[in-house]
């Protein structure tokens, strides 16, 4: 059983919809990721979060909008997205952002977004 | 800017045999590589981690060594079992943006027949 849960296994959703996806993590870790991930292709970093505010924004458009509400919970807001943004979101944890470099990921089973 | 690369992309065995996946990274400042493994569909399972100060780790009949200074990495495993069958993915954390950032290899594609 994954340690990070992933709220909802699927979505679909139209292009004008507002709906959020939500990842779960009781590890105590510090650190927490958004990633995106299209068909055959690896994981994209999209958010980081850190001590629960935001450390990194890969050029994200902000359509998508992230929120950590507390340590343990982390928030993808989603609205008005394209066809394009269809793919599987992956949540991550770890630690912390670094420290040692003894500190795995450990991911959801992420969420299978369909935009139409 | 890191990039890092795995060979072969796919690989088809006959159940039994040792075999070997290669990533490769540009950049050696690195804390760690992780090793993960996903079959389709579903998420990340985390293999092995090897800190930027370790040669190798090994779980089960998995064994990942690491050589930073060459930026190579492999994953062997040992007598493989259909079970085995799935994407295995590299990803290497850097030093250079304090740690936040995991780059991704695209994958070796493993299919283990019976």
């Known amino acids: 059983d994954t340690e990070v849960t992933q709220t909802p296994k699927h979505l679909v959703m139209g292009m004008t919809n507002k709906k959020s996806l939500k990842c779960e993590q009781h590890m105590g870790h510090r650190a927490m990721y958004w990633y995106k991930q299209k068909a055959k292709k690896p994981p994209e970093l999209m958010f980081v979060?850190?001590?629960?505010?935001?450390?990194i924004n890969e050029s994200v458009p902000s359509r998508f909008s992230p929120e950590c509400p507390n340590s343990s919970l982390l928030n993808l807001h989603l609205h008005a997205l394209q066809p394009e943004d269809s793919a599987l979101y992956l949540c991550?944890?770890?630690?912390?952002?670094?420290?040692?470099?003894?500190?795995?990921?450990?991911f959801g089973d992420g969420t299978r977004l369909s935009i139409l | 800017k890191q990039e890092v690369t795995q060979i072969p992309a796919a690989l088809s065995v006959p159940e039994g045999e040792n075999l070997v996946l290669n990533c490769s990274f540009t950049?050696?400042?690195?804390?760690?590589l992780q090793w993960f493994r996903q079959d389709p569909g579903k998420g990340l399972t985390s293999l092995l981690l090897?800190?930027?100060?370790?040669r190798e780790q090994t779980s089960g009949r998995l064994n990942a060594s690491l050589d930073k200074s060459s930026g190579r990495s492999t994953l062997y495993i040992a007598a493989s079992q259909p079970g085995d069958s799935a994407t295995y993915l590299c990803?290497?954390?850097?030093?250079?943006?304090?740690?936040?950032?995991?780059?991704f290899g695209a994958g070796t594609r493993l299919f283990v027949k019976a």
């Open positions: 979060y850190s001590y629960e505010k935001l450390s």
């Open positions: 991550a944890s770890s630690q912390g952002p670094k420290g040692g470099g003894n500190q795995p990921q450990h």
């Open positions: 950049d050696s400042a690195i804390y760690n």
């Open positions: 090897i800190q930027s100060s370790q």
């Open positions: 990803a290497v954390r850097g030093l250079n943006t304090g740690g936040f950032k995991t780059i």
